[in-house]
């Protein structure tokens, strides 16, 4: 929320507990619902509590490799939940939207 707040985030990707992503969304961010976010490689964000176990965790896989984070997981005796959500790649297709329109394409039945 502080990156946010100072405009670091404007228009980057990023997620914060549940309870402020409607501010984050509102100081310019794109909101994300995932555990990890990273938009770049400068911006990476963590979604709750024990989240930020997860980041820290990525940090190490992503600067130090994944024998170290693995030792590092053994270490805290935590195992990482979930998937980091990058900035990048092809976009999931939004079925409850595509379902809508095609109904909508479809020709009323008159009988």
């Given at each position: 929320m502080l990156l946010a707040m100072d405009g670091l985030l404007k228009?980057?990707?990023?997620?914060?507990?549940?309870?402020?992503?409607?501010?984050?969304?509102?100081?310019g961010?794109?909101?994300?619902?995932?555990?990890?976010?990273?938009?770049g490689p400068r911006f990476v964000s963590g979604?709750?509590?024990?989240?930020g176990l997860d980041v820290a965790l990525y940090l190490v896989e992503r600067e130090l490799g994944p024998?170290?984070?693995n030792a590092v997981e053994r270490?805290?005796?935590y195992e990482r939940r979930g998937?980091?959500?990058?900035?990048?790649g092809?976009?999931?297709?939004?079925?409850?939207?595509?379902?809508k329109a095609s109904k909508e394409e479809q020709p009323a039945v008159v009988p």
């Open positions: 228009d980057r990707h990023a997620v914060t507990n549940q309870i402020g992503m409607a501010a984050l969304g509102a100081l961010a794109i909101p994300v619902n995932a555990r990890v976010v990273e938009d979604g709750g509590v024990t989240s024998q170290i984070a270490l805290f005796e998937t980091v959500w990058h900035a990048e092809i976009a999931p297709i939004d079925f409850k939207t595509s379902q």
